[in-house]
């Protein structure tokens, strides 16, 4: 499976400001996901990050609260934009790297947002 | 109703006990199943896929009914180190939409 980092793996931040998340892969890679993961909830799809394409956002989430990057196919960069308070989540990365599509996800960004 | 959905547990076992976890999902186009597992404060991990005829890695076992929508997890012979969140899985269209997952089910193996 292919190995993940992400950047930072958690940050205190002030409501109103932006907080960009990287994510690197150790091999080139399709898809990237970014997820999101409240306390005490499991994982919600934020966009689908294609290299040379835009991003494709699920229901709830729009490009201009959540901007991504896919410069390459091995990196991708998530910012969350005006952040208040409920954006304070986990913040997680994946690629798809099986041959049942399963996906290998990052160690994951801790936000909290004061 | 939710796409997957689990019972959130807590099911607490003493070592040694076989527990089973059971999850359903809503659409019967899924084609991809999985069992993840999440540490507390860590992301989560593949357990295994669930396939079609069953598969069985050491002391897990997943089970897929198509007809029901129903996927289930067996852990014999549980460990202390079984202790974590077992999240049920589920890919409706591989290589083209990401995955949806469960609440996840949690599980403490007591000493």
């Known amino acids: 499976s292919a190995v993940i980092s992400q950047k930072p793996s958690r940050d205190i931040c002030q409501r109103g400001t932006s907080l960009t998340i990287q994510c690197q892969v150790d091999?080139?890679?399709?898809?990237m996901f970014w997820y999101r993961q409240q306390p005490g909830q499991s994982l919600t799809l934020i966009a689908t990050?294609?290299?040379?394409?835009?991003?494709?956002?699920e229901s709830g989430f729009v490009i201009d609260k959540f901007p991504i990057s896919r410069p390459n196919l091995t990196f991708s960069t998530l910012t969350v934009s005006n952040m208040s308070p409920e954006d304070s989540s986990i913040y997680l990365c994946?690629?798809?790297?099986?041959?049942?599509?399963?996906?290998?996800f990052g160690p994951g960004t801790r936000l909290t947002v004061t | 109703r939710k796409e997957v959905e689990q019972d959130p547990g807590p099911f607490n076992v003493p070592e040694g006990a076989t527990v089973a976890f059971n999850c359903t999902y809503s659409?019967?186009?899924?084609?991809?199943f999985f069992w993840y597992r999440q540490d507390c404060r860590k992301e989560p991990k593949l357990l295994m896929s669930?396939?079609?005829s069953g598969n069985e890695d050491g002391r897990f076992t997943a089970q897929l009914n198509r007809a029901s929508q129903y996927i289930s997890l067996l852990i014999r012979d549980s460990k202390l180190s079984d202790s974590a969140t077992y999240l049920c899985?589920?890919?409706?269209?591989?290589?083209?939409?990401?995955?949806?997952f469960g609440k996840g089910t949690r599980l403490s193996v007591i000493a």
């Open positions: 994946s690629v798809d790297g099986g041959p049942s599509y399963e996906q290998y």
């Open positions: 091999s080139q890679v399709t898809m």
């Open positions: 990050a294609n290299q040379g394409s835009e991003a494709t956002y």
């Open positions: 659409n019967s186009a899924s084609q991809s």
């Open positions: 669930v396939y079609s």
């Open positions: 899985v589920v890919n409706r269209d591989p290589g083209n939409t990401p995955l949806v």
